[in-house]
């Protein structure tokens, strides 16, 4: 019973590359959000929909696109992959301003 | 913008020992909360705190809320090694409607020996 799922745990792939990340939640919550995770452990919001639409857009840069399809899937693709996207990615879903639960995270190396 | 610091970034203690670690924030909080993530897996929500001075136990933890509620600080008492792991403080983002965005802390790593 897996609340909230990440595909896949983890990822390596050459610069230039164009990839994908997929999160599902199960738990009916109407919003979900992507994070990212450097190596000092900073955890930095990217991006968060609420009921399949943005509402939180940080300073990403544009080769980071969010889809949602529906309200229990948040994907994140990334074009034109760069050294310094290597980090552990966070899905992450709530009910609108309530505690967040975390998906077990994909691990992105890029080399 | 509103920041959210925490300190330390480590901390190494023997087995047995306390730990704690505090969080500040520049804006006042409406509630604040915590998480913990294991070595190699995802943060996991602890506890939230809603009311100034508000103090709330969880076993060997004691959360406090500071009565300003732009402070707070996470108490363990005797450390295990299942206690290993980063502690994160995280407090709804000031700057407007918040759409449960959340500031994180900057976490702090603790490490116990056996």
């Known amino acids: 019973d897996t609340a909230v799922s990440q595909t896949p745990k983890y990822l390596v792939t050459q610069m230039g590359n164009d990839k994908s990340i997929k999160c599902e939640q199960n738990?009916?919550?109407?919003?979900m959000y992507w994070y990212k995770q450097d190596s000092k452990k900073f955890l930095k919001i990217m991006f968060s929909y609420n009921n399949k639409e943005l509402i939180i857009n940080e300073t990403v840069p544009n080769r980071f696109s969010p889809k949602s399809p529906d309200k229990a899937h948040l994907n994140l693709h990334i074009n034109s992959l760069e050294l310094g996207d290597s980090a552990v990615y966070f899905c992450a879903s709530s009910r609108l301003t309530d505690t967040q639960y975390f998906g077990p995270g994909t691990r992105l190396t890029v080399l | 913008g509103q920041q959210v610091m925490q300190i330390p970034q480590y901390q190494h203690v023997q087995e047995g020992e306390d730990f704690t670690t505090y969080c500040n924030s520049s804006t006042t909080l409406s509630n604040i909360q915590w998480y913990k993530q294991r070595p190699g897996g995802h943060p996991v929500f602890l506890i939230q705190l809603v009311k100034s001075g508000e103090v709330k136990k969880q076993k060997r933890l004691t959360f406090q809320f500071g009565e300003a509620k732009k402070n707070s600080s996470l108490h363990i008492t005797a450390t295990q090694t299942t206690d290993v792991g980063t502690y994160f403080c995280?407090?709804?983002?000031?700057?407007?409607?918040?759409?449960?965005?959340?500031?994180f802390g900057q976490g702090t790593i603790l490490t116990v020996h056996p």
């Open positions: 995280a407090g709804p983002w000031a700057g407007g409607t918040s759409y449960g965005k959340l500031t």
């Open positions: 738990l009916g919550h109407d919003t």
